[in-house]
């Protein structure tokens, strides 16, 4: 019967320890054994309400043979008053009988009401480990919770903070000033063209210009020469 009582002080269980030692998932393991205590208190209390019913049972069939007994005894002194010693002599008789079977009834009664008293203190002892293994439960799982989002906020941390994430964007900022560099080379450029185009055509104008008036020139001396024939 005390079997049923065998999962009390089961946070230095080995076996529960080694369990949670081979857990990926600890919390896991604490709660499917919380769920088979729970299913063995529940069995523990259907025993200790049995033994106490039969602790009164027993108390009730003690007490009812106790008066059995005394009723007996009675019985044999009337019988006695009126001469019938042969009835008093069986009253005696069944008296000593019951006598006996209230003596096992009080044994019995006596080693149940022992046994349901234990079994209700180690049912009181089960249910306050059991209390304290959720408590510990909720506790350990909240801790635990908060160390895996410590867990991730740092390898995501570190992953950011890697050289290799720093050398990435230094890349990416060297190929943005190419970029930049590119950029301003080009319009210094197509402003150089544009200057030279500039200044060839001013030639070409004035060129243009020069012969312009030189022929206007020519064509003046030669007006002039004619005249003068």
């Known amino acids: 019967m005390f079997e049923l009582f065998k999962r009390v002080k089961t946070v230095v269980n080995s076996e529960l320890n080694s369990l949670i030692d081979k857990a990926e998932d600890p919390i896991k393991v604490v709660e499917q054994y919380l769920r088979e205590m729970a299913s ?80 209700k203190e180690k049912l009181t002892e089960m249910k306050s480990e059991f209390r304290d293994m959720e408590l510990k439960k909720a506790t350990l799982n909240s801790r635990a919770q908060s160390a895996k989002a410590r867990t991730n906020i740092n390898r995501s941390m570190a992953m950011h903070n890697s050289g290799g994430s720093k050398n990435g964007f230094k890349r990416m900022e060297e190929k943005v000033f190419r970029f930049e560099a590119e950029a301003e080379t080009s319009e210094d450029l197509n402003v150089s063209s544009r200057t030279l185009d500039t200044e060839l055509k001013e030639v070409e104008k004035k060129s243009s210009v020069d012969d312009e008036l030189r022929l206007l020139k020519e064509r003046i001396a030669n007006q002039s020469n004619g005249t003068i024939e």
């Open 40 to 119: 063995d208190i529940q069995e523990a209390e259907k025993a200790t309400a049995k033994i106490m019913a039969e602790e009164k049972l027993l108390k009730l069939k003690w007490k009812e043979t106790q008066s059995m007994v005394k009723k007996r005894e009675e019985q044999a002194i009337r019988a006695l008053q009126e001469d019938n010693e042969d009835l008093a002599k069986r009253a005696l008789e069944d008296k000593s009988r019951l006598q006996k079977e209230a003596e096992q009834l009080e044994h019995l009664y006596i080693e149940a009401s022992k046994t349901a008293a234990e079994l």
